[in-house]
């Protein structure tokens, strides 16, 4: 009876000790290919979780769209369906619209400047999020976005008239091709490959990253360099997801987020080339970089004003005086 009793007892203690032990499992999920340096971040982050808890918290990545469009991953985070997403300003605008300043056309001097801007009035602003289900906990990068189309090489404002331009759902990109004269079409990403193989729209506009590794070159003429805007990506995790980590989870979680952020820009930055070369070798689309930047300037500045309209211009007064 003494032994059966200390063998349940020490049943129960096993039992207890393994709950315990059991890691907090969370899904990250992102539209990027495995191979883009946002799809490399969310690997290089996770590996970074796992080894800082000792194994604590396992996330599982789930890349190329298999939890959803990005739309669909944000809104994840505030039903908890989803815990950890990588997903850019533009999207993110559209549950914290304020963020959407930096989607802006040409809103930065050049990629230093970015980085400043992301990691100070940016994460200002992503702060409004934590009321709506997430927190950022960095914002990391996919590179500078361009046009591409089937018809013709882009040069100036007039060669965007009436062309049919794929772009995210969110009005700043709307706006900007209704000034350039084109004819915004929203549409996610994981419809875009065959929307632009069967004529659907004529272009659309992404990093080199996305174009080489979604192939988006297979089924367009010319990649025209117009660098129009920059496409940070805001990594975020629900609140519910949060709960879930003691404080010292957090900080791990945290800095593991923005160291990732360090390495992952440095990856985007080197990685350029790279995909450039990749677009070049497969000999599908022509590659042009003789456009006229202050034309497209002068075109989109009516954007500011829709934007200013509504939020003012405090935020992009702080952009602009960051040095």
């Known amino acids: 009876m003494f032994r059966t009793l200390i063998s349940a007892v020490a049943g129960i203690l096993v039992s207890a000790s ?4 059991a890691p907090i499992t969370m899904k990250l999920g992102h539209i990027a290919e495995p191979e883009n340096p946002y ?9 970074l ?3 800082r808890s000792g194994g604590a918290i396992d996330i599982q990545v ?25 997903t850019g ?5 559209n549950f914290i619209p304020e963020v959407a300043v930096f989607d802006l056309p040409f809103i930065f001097r050049d990629i230093p400047h970015a980085y400043k801007a992301l990691d100070t009035v940016g994460m ?27 018809k013709r090489p882009i040069r100036t404002p007039e060669d965007m008239k009436g062309l049919k331009i794929r772009v995210m759902e969110q009005p700043v990109y709307i706006e900007m091709m209704k000034a350039l004269g084109a004819s915004p079409t929203p549409m996610a990403m994981s419809e875009l490959y065959t929307a632009l193989q069967k004529g659907v729209v004529d272009g659309q506009e992404n990093p080199f990253s996305h174009i080489a590794t979604k192939r988006f070159d297979e089924v367009q003429k010319y990649i025209s360099l117009t660098g129009h805007t920059y496409a940070s990506e805001p990594i975020l995790i629900s609140t519910m997801a949060w709960a879930k980590l003691n404080k010292e989870q957090q900080e791990i979680v945290r800095k593991a987020a923005e160291d990732t952020r360090d390495w992952q820009r440095q990856l985007c930055r080197d ?32 954007v500011y004003k829709m ?5 003012g211009d405090a935020n992009i007064k702080a952009i602009q005086a960051i040095q």
């Open 307 to 311: 934007y200013t309209d509504k939020f």
């Open 271 to 302: 990685s350029e080339g790279k995909f450039r070369k990749t677009i070049e070798d497969r000999g599908m689309a022509k590659i042009n970089d003789d456009v006229d930047k202050e034309a497209f300037v002068k075109a989109t500045a009516p």
């Open 18 to 21: 393994l709950c315990a032990a």
């Open 62 to 86: 789930f890349p190329s769209s298999q939890l959803g469009n990005q739309r669909d991953l944000v809104e994840g985070l505030t039903f908890g369906t989803v815990d950890i997403t990588l």
């Open 124 to 150: 200002e602003l992503c702060k409004k999020g934590e009321n709506r289900g997430m927190i950022t906990l960095a914002i990391w990068e996919n590179g500078v976005r361009h046009m591409t189309n089937s």
């Open 49 to 51: 979780v796992k080894e």
């Open 39 to 47: 799809g490399m971040g969310a690997d290089y982050f996770a590996k």
């Open 89 to 93: 300003t533009a999207v993110l605008g």
